[in-house]
């Protein structure tokens, strides 16, 4: 019976480091810099939590989540614009991000597919991002180049990433990088008004 128990004990031991582990490997995914934007939007209602209150950074970010992102940036998460939509073929109006994608179309945020999809749970890239926040700020017919370095260019001199940013382009980026990506982003727009000088 004792070593009974001294082998439930040890089970019990080893789940828990294994837990721990597992707990740390999501943790270091995600640096302190995405950890403190995730929360700083957290706190501004940007990006909202998981049932269980976790923002889950460490996760690969989707399509929909960031058309609701920007939604939530601009203002209008409640709001019915009165622009013609668009029917993506891919996207159903019981759809939890109907809404999001919707107005994130009509504002020119983000686009669909030529065949009419949009993708709403298929990843994005690290260029579609940083293109996405250089439109945001304004600077879309300021680009010039081929894409994605343009994009890549423009977002460096704006400041929505690093200058000496290398990040492949093609990376699929992560809630936290993207919760990175569109706090700077918040910041410059913040210097751009003269509110942060």
């Not at 209150?53 to 996760?59: A, F, M, P, R, S």
């Not at 200058?163 to 919760?179: L, N, Q, V, W, Y």
């Given at each position: ?51 269980d ?7 690969p970010?989707m ?70 926040m ?56 913040l ?7």
């Open positions: 019976m004792i070593m009974k128990k001294g082998r439930i004990v040890l089970l019990v031991a080893v789940c828990m480091l294994l837990a721990v582990a597992g707990l740390r490997i999501d943790v270091e995914a995600t640096t302190d810099d995405e950890y403190y934007s995730g929360n700083q939007l957290k706190q501004l209602g940007i990006l909202k939590g998981y049932p209150g976790t923002l889950k950074l460490e996760k970010i399509r929909s989540e960031v058309a609701t992102i920007m939604v939530r940036i601009r203002g209008y998460e409640d709001a019915d614009i009165d622009m013609e939509g668009k029917e993506f073929t891919d996207v159903e109006e019981d759809y939890w991000a109907y809404g999001y994608i919707q107005n994130a179309y009509k504002l020119e945020i983000i686009q669909g597919y030529p065949d009419s999809s949009f993708k709403p749970a298929n990843n994005i890239s690290y260029a579609e991002v940083v293109a996405i250089v439109n945001t700020l304004g600077y879309k017919d300021k680009i010039i180049g081929k894409w994605p370095e343009n994009y890549i260019n423009m977002g460096k001199e704006l400041g929505v990433i690093p200058e000496d940013s290398d990040e492949d382009p093609a990376k699929i980026i992560t809630r936290g990088e993207m919760a990175l990506i569109v706090w700077d982003t918040l910041l410059v727009k210097e751009d008004t003269g509110i942060l000088q």
